[in-house]
């Protein structure tokens, strides 16, 4: 069973950090590129990094110099630390993990609230 599970959402003021958690199981880590999207009220899911095996990096315009995705290939994690936060970056945080690899897979996690408010 493949699981995808985040941590580390929750409430942030405007210019604070956060850093969120994805620990991954049933799959083979090592064919995926890991990544971070997000939903906010109304909107489309957006990307907001991702990061491929040997640790190739990709970011949306909007978060570029302030968040960093990196993975633990051992532990089979992705975390995003999110930094400098502005009231936009309010939506649900959702991790994926998607290869090409061993023919088309694509799993997401449940998601997880990120709120950046005073």
């Known amino acids: 069973q493949v699981q995808l599970v985040e941590s580390g959402g929750g409430l942030v003021q405007p210019g604070g950090s956060l850093r969120l958690s994805c620990a991954v199981s049933?799959?083979?880590?090592?064919?995926?590129?890991m990544g971070w999207y997000r939903q906010a009220p109304g909107k489309q899911r957006e990307l907001v990094a991702t990061?491929?095996?040997?640790?190739?990096?990709k970011y949306g315009d909007s978060v570029k110099g302030r968040f960093t995705i990196f993975r633990d290939n051992a532990k089979n994690t992705v975390c995003l630390q999110m930094n400098n936060h502005e009231p936009e970056d309010t939506a649900v945080y959702y991790c994926?993990?998607?290869?090409?690899?061993?023919?088309?897979?694509?799993?997401w996690g449940q998601g997880t609230q990120v709120t950046v408010s005073s």
């Open positions: 994926n993990a998607k290869t090409i690899t061993v023919g088309f897979s694509n799993y």
């Open positions: 049933g799959i083979i880590f090592s064919i995926y590129t």
């Open positions: 990061i491929s095996y040997g640790g190739s990096t």
